[in-house]
């Protein structure tokens, strides 16, 4: 994932190695059809190099007109096969229309990659995109000849076999959550809205793992997705396959056999570990011994279980043993997967390495005092509740663990396709909830009252029963998200707050001041986990007397982004870098070939060469603790820590218009747009444009807390109060 790759013999497809001091320099790298030309200018035209930094038959590889503007491209360029502006470009990189005209719609991405349009010429779709999983394209200029109408309906309903075969023999492996919802309603409407079962769906994290691993030709393997989908990996799915495609279980992420068919402790694999395979009448594990559920099978009168096959009784059937397993308890289980190293020894993510060093750890509270009790972020007990709940009788009554276990994520999906509904599943396809017009109204009755007789639907919703039914479906999942947002927002409260402010100066001469930022809880860092791409940060806006701005910082560009180095807009040119940002986001930082190092989005070194691959690295990193190629700069908040952001506006930029009004907002998100940007040409699932996705992602900074002071003289304030309203931005 992020060693040096192995040195290749010269191709006249590869770029000048010799110039290319930036990243992703000269011709569009990962770009089969780019020009066989090498960059002619020694510089390599830039990481990001905007419109007119690279001759048409080069360009850098990211390079074009504006991520989320829609801006329009110099109208002298071609697009696409000739180069122009780089391996993406088009009008309006994530807003405009069309794109390459060679190249259909990306692996993952629906009918055009770049806003849903139609395909290129030659490209009909994509490889990956709906029908025809691994079928690839005919050449340009092919036309592949379309099957008689029986010979389709044959195929059609082989496939329809074969696939219902797949999951009939997953099922007898590994029971879908769905299975379990039969007797643990309580559980699964915890888990099915969780950033567990979330894990696979996730179109970013697809194209995400999906990017990495092309740009390494598949050597990192499944290494990434192994902890989005055990089953799926266990049931030997490709790494890289659109979600339609894959079977209904391996959709559920961290499903329930995740954790409950896991018998042994196992350390800090990152992950590799197996789940036992068994039907539903096979032993589960949990923190709990036997002895309930063999009380409740013993009195088949009330209950009517099954709990073997082929013993002639009637009953639901259910798994025939509950084994305690104390371990599953234990902030070790957690470890297996929340502490991420890859075959390099590069530390990716270290939750678990950070909590084992935490005053919590200390304590003895574990991971899951303060991720399953009765409040998200602080050990605050653990509820009461049945285990089961079987028909209209509940078992007896014992500590209830909440799996909803919240965090920064948030779904962007389609509201039919998350939370998981089995209502929803028997339904539609995903394909056909995709097609199902939520923001329009469908299956209301102020749409329904007010449709034209005449008007056209997808086959799936023609009927406005079907359409009633599907809002109904979709309103259970949006009240079961707004849970959960409720929860996203506890959480990350209960994980970060404001300090003091600090006034040093605030007169005629100039404003100076510092706002503190704390991480309260004892448990790990903030943010943890994937925190290279965690975005957290403050938003500080000064205006006067008349509300005009004299100072901000933490704002975001036209993107979205923040004022970075990754924004695209600041490494053009077009905005300033922030000079006082205060940002929580660890960094990744590579070894250039000169020597020297440079920020990436990815964690991974691009290679010059035409055939880079992951291998272990040949010296030991045991001395510095890192591979020496790459590391990761962490920039959070260490467990009861605390951090200054100092902030100056100097006398030419006040008005004159005192007293000065201070805004501090503390900021929290989930992914950066730039990383949207980075992953976008391989596609999104369920036919999602860059820009929708990039949208939705922007969506989820929510702001925690918020507070307006007057700055005068030399003071100190302390900015901790309540929460603001309900954090949406």
């Given amino acids: 994932m992020t060693g040096r790759t192995a040195p290749a013999a010269k191709s006249p497809t590869a770029p000048d190695s010799g110039g290319g001091a930036s990243l992703l320099a000269g011709p569009s790298l990962l770009d089969k059809s780019a020009a066989t030309k090498p960059h002619p200018d020694s510089s390599g035209g830039g990481l990001l190099a905007g419109p007119g930094a690279a001759p048409a038959a080069s360009g850098s590889l990211l390079a074009g007109p504006g991520l989320l503007d829609g801006a329009k491209p110099d109208a002298a360029k071609p697009q696409g096969g000739d180069g122009g502006g780089g391996l993406l470009a088009g009008p309006g990189l994530l807003g ?97 809205v969780s950033p567990h079962s979330y894990a696979q769906l996730s179109p970013a994290f697809n194209a995400m793992q999906a990017t990495i691993n092309r740009g390494q030709n598949g050597t990192l393997g499944d290494f990434c997705i192994r902890c989005h989908t055990p089953v799926g990996m266990a049931l030997g799915e490709p790494t890289f396959a659109a979600n339609q495609t894959r079977n209904p279980i391996a959709l559920e992420g961290i499903t329930c056999v995740v954790c409950h068919r896991v018998d042994r402790r196992r350390g800090t694999i990152s992950a590799r570990f197996p789940v036992k395979a068994g039907d539903i009448f096979a032993p589960i594990y949990g923190p709990h011994g036997p002895e309930e559920l063999e009380r409740v099978l013993a009195d088949s009168e009330t209950y009517h279980l099954l709990s073997s096959p082929g013993s002639g009784k009637i009953g639901a059937p259910v798994h025939g043993q509950a084994i305690e397993f104390v371990e599953i308890s234990q902030p070790a289980f957690c470890g297996m997967c929340h502490d991420v190293n890859d075959m390099t020894s590069f530390r990716l993510e270290s939750a678990y390495s950070e909590y084992k060093n935490s005053p919590a750890a200390g304590r003895g509270v574990s991971c899951q005092d303060c991720h399953m009790g009765k409040v998200q972020g602080i050990p605050s007990g653990y509820a009461q509740a049945p285990s089961a709940i079987i028909g209209t009788l509940p078992t007896m009554a014992r500590k209830h663990a909440n799996h909803m276990m919240a965090g920064p994520d948030h779904s962007i999906v389609h509201p039919g396709l998350f939370p998981h509904n089995p209502d929803a599943q028997k339904m539609a396809t995903l394909a056909q909830w ?62 970060y707050q404001l300090g003091e402010l600090r006034v040093a100066r605030a007169d005629d001469h100039g404003l100076a001041f510092d706002v503190e930022v704390r991480n309260v809880t004892d448990g790990h860092g903030t943010p943890t986990g994937f925190d290279a791409e965690r975005v957290t940060f403050l938003q500080v806006i000064v205006t006067d007397q008349a509300g005009q701005v004299v100072f901000q910082s933490g704002d975001l560009d036209p993107n979205g982004d923040l004022r970075d180095l990754h924004s695209i807009y600041v490494t053009r040119g077009q905005v300033a870098l922030d000079p006082y940002l205060f940002s929580l986001q660890s960094k990744f930082v590579d070894r250039t070939l000169r020597g020297g190092e440079q920020e990436q989005i990815l964690p991974t070194n691009f290679s010059l060469d035409p055939l880079p691959f992951v291998r272990p690295p040949v010296q030991s990193a045991l001395v510095f603790g890192t591979p020496p190629a790459v590391r990761k700069q962490k920039r959070n908040i260490e467990p009861l820590g605390h951090r200054f952001a100092h902030y100056e506006v100097d006398a030419d930029k006040l008005t004159g218009k005192g007293p000065y009004r201070l805004n501090v907002k503390l900021i ?9 940007y980075t992953i976008q040409y391989v596609g999104f699932d369920y036919g999602m444009s860059p820009l929708e996705v990039a949208r939705r992602m922007r969506g989820l900074q929510s702001v925690l807390w ?21 954090g949406e931005r």
């Fill in 96 to 192: 405009g229309s069309g794109g390459a005209p060679q190249g259909g719609g990306g692996l993952l991405a629906g009918p055009g990659l770049l806003d849903g349009g139609a395909p290129g010429a030659n490209g009909a779709g994509s490889p990956l995109a709906g029908p025809g999983l691994l079928a690839a394209p005919p050449p340009p200029g092919v036309a592949r000849a379309p099957l008689e109408p029986a010979h389709q309906a044959a195929k059609d309903e082989e496939e329809t076999a074969a696939r219902a075969h797949a999951e009939v023999l997953a099922a007898s492996q590994y029971p879908s959550a769905t299975v379990c919802k039969q007797c643990h309603p309580l559980q699964y409407q915890e888990w099915a």
């Fill in 434 to 495: 995709t097609s199902f017009d939520v923001g329009a109204g469908w299956g209301t009755d102020a749409f329904e009252n007010s449709v034209a007789p005449d008007a056209k639907f997808p086959p799936r919703w023609n009927y406005a029963g079907d359409r009633y039914n599907a809002r109904t479906v979709i309103e259970q999942n949006l009240a079961l998200t707004k849970e959960y947002e409720a929860k996203r927002l506890e959480v990350l409260r209960n994980g």
């Fill in 668 to 676: 929290a998100g989930a992914l950066p747009i730039n990383l949207i």
């Fill in 706 to 726: 918020e507070r307006d002071v007057t700055l005068s003289g030399t003071t100190r304030v302390d900015l901790r109060l309540q929460p603001s309203g309900d």
